[in-house]
């Protein structure tokens, strides 16, 4: 069973968005999800190296992705679970992913054509992970 990482550049600063995004991690324990939060005193590059590092399945989260509804996300989800690989989903530094040579062949998803706050894009997008996992269990979380 593959495992999905999200991983931010920074720590949330606004407590109320890391108490969101606590929340979330939280009610996903034991789902295969983590939420690694990395450095902000790593310069935009250190951190995209960081992320070249890991092993398994790289998708930058960016608002000129491609975008799917939370159904088609939690089907995603669900593929991403049965492979093998580990997967990592990267929110970008707040200036956005710098041009970086080994960024152009990776995934890159968006939550919205609209931009937000970098901290609110984390909440949202850790919610509609935890919502994908809800989805795939049945519950009535996700009302449609």
Known sequence: MGRLFV?????P???AMKALIDMYANR?????VT????????????YVDRLLSKRGRLILM??????????????QFEQWQLASEGVHVAIGPAEGWPRHEGLHRFQRMSLSAMTFP???????????????????????????
């Not at 991983?7 to 720590?11: E, K, P, S, Y």
């Not at 970098?118 to 009535?140: C, D, F, K, W």
């Open 28 to 32: 996903m324990t034991g789902r295969g």
């Open 118 to 144: 970098h901290e609110l894009a984390t909440v949202m997008l850790v919610e509609q992970i935890y919502r994908a996992t809800e989805v795939l269990r049945g519950s009535g979380y996700h009302k449609a």
């Open 35 to 46: 939420v690694e939060h990395h450095s902000a005193k790593l310069d935009a590059d250190a």
């Open 7 to 11: 991983h931010t550049h920074g720590v």
């Open 62 to 75: 960016d608002e000129g992705g491609e975008e799917t509804d939370s159904l088609g996300f939690a089907k």
């Open 13 to 15: 600063k606004e407590k």
